[in-house]
Structures are given as C-alpha cells and as structure tokens.
C-alpha cells in the first residue's frame, strides 16, 4: 500500500471519529442517560413522548394497507435470521479460536434500547427491536465473514464493488504477488487473540 493511500486511510478513520464525536454531542441536546442498558429520560421528556404516542387502534386504522398485508412476509424472514445467526456463531466458536482470530464481541452489534421511547406503541416497539435484531446480525455477519476474508485471502478485487467492509481499503492490491505469503501472515498475526 502506497504512502497517499495510507495518508488517506488515516485522514478517513480520523473523519469517522470527529464524526461519532460531533453525533454524540447532538444526542446530548436530547436529555437521556444510560445506566448499564436502561435508557431513562428526564420527566418532562417522557411526559411529552406520552403525549405523542399514536394508540393501538388509531395506528392499525392509518396503516397503508400494503405495509399490513406485507408484515407476514416480513416477520417470516425471522427464520433465516436465526439460522444464520446460529450458523454464523457457530463457524466463528469453533473456527475462529482454531485460526487464532479474535472473536467479533456480539454485544458491541445488537443493540435493544428503541423500547425506552415513550412515544412508539406495543407494534411499533417490536418492529423496532425486530430491525435492530436483523441490521445488528447483518453487521455482526460481516465483520465475522471481513475477519474470515482478511485469514484467507485480503485481496482486493479487479472490479469495484460497493459495500465493501471497512477491512477492504487495507487488502493487498489485486495481482500484487510480491512476497504474498509473507504479507499473508502478517494479515494474520494482526487478528490474532492476544492472551493475557
């Protein structure tokens, strides 16, 4: 990897971080803490989401009828879900400690704290924990799958692709064979676990 490439890699994850600083200020404007996974606003808030929470009833009536009729669809994936969920686990148990890979912590994707807000109704709650169940197992699924593809093989491809995982900027370039084994190792030594 050139020196430019390097420089820009840096100057992005220093973006990133200026960028979850300046987030986490604008959430402080919204008056919350958190105590251990509990979410707790001051009064005054909770009293206002009360106010603005759509009932039961009035919700199923001002639904569009399309988004109704297509939850069983929805809701259906939840079986894929939890298969790939327990797939994916269970490659990384037993896979990752055989490879020395440090595990992806599982905690640091699901995150469940949408059921503290006052102003989402019973339905509205469960979709939310139902999306952040799916989009935290599609982050966990990719680090797991981005920790496998940097053991095995950390090569860019020929083609752009999108989506790449945050990984992939570091790969080595495509049809760079110079001394590959040795900087294949490297690749590996950087995830291995670190024992105390």
């Known amino acids: 990897m050139n020196?430019?490439?390097?420089?820009?890699?840096?100057q992005i994850s220093a973006l990133e971080g200026d960028l979850r600083t300046a987030l986490h200020e604008q959430e402080q404007?919204?008056?919350?803490?958190?105590?251990?996974k509990r979410v707790e606003f001051e009064q005054s808030v909770k009293q206002a989401h009360?106010?603005?929470?759509?009932g039961f009833f009035h919700w199923l009536l001002t639904i569009r009828?399309?988004?109704?009729?297509?939850?069983?669809?929805i809701y259906a994936m939840i079986v894929p879900l939890l298969m790939l969920d327990l797939c994916v686990s269970f490659y990384q148990a037993t896979c990752f400690p055989i490879y020395r890979v440090t595990k992806v912590r599982r905690?640091?994707?699901?995150?469940f704290d949408r059921q503290y807000l006052g102003y989402l109704n019973v339905i509205e709650r469960f979709q939310c924990a139902y999306c952040a169940y799916a989009n935290g197992l599609m982050a966990?699924?990719?680090?797991?799958?981005?920790?496998?593809?940097?053991?095995?093989?950390?090569?860019?491809?020929a083609r752009k692709?999108?989506?790449?995982?945050?990984?992939?900027?570091?790969?080595?370039?495509y049809g760079d064979a110079a001394d590959y084994p040795a900087r294949l190792e490297e690749f590996r030594r950087a995830m291995e676990e670190k024992t105390p």
């Open 140 to 157: 966990y699924v990719t680090e797991i799958v981005a920790r496998t593809e940097q053991y095995f093989c950390p090569i860019k491809h």
């Open 107 to 111: 905690a640091d994707y699901f995150v």
């Open 161 to 173: 692709i999108l989506g790449t995982h945050e990984r992939y900027a570091r790969f080595l370039e």
């Open 50 to 54: 009360r106010q603005l929470k759509t």
């Open 29 to 36: 404007r919204v008056t919350f803490t958190i105590r251990g």
């Open 65 to 73: 009828p399309l988004n109704l009729l297509t939850l069983p669809i």
């Open 3 to 10: 020196e430019r490439i390097r420089d820009l890699l840096g």
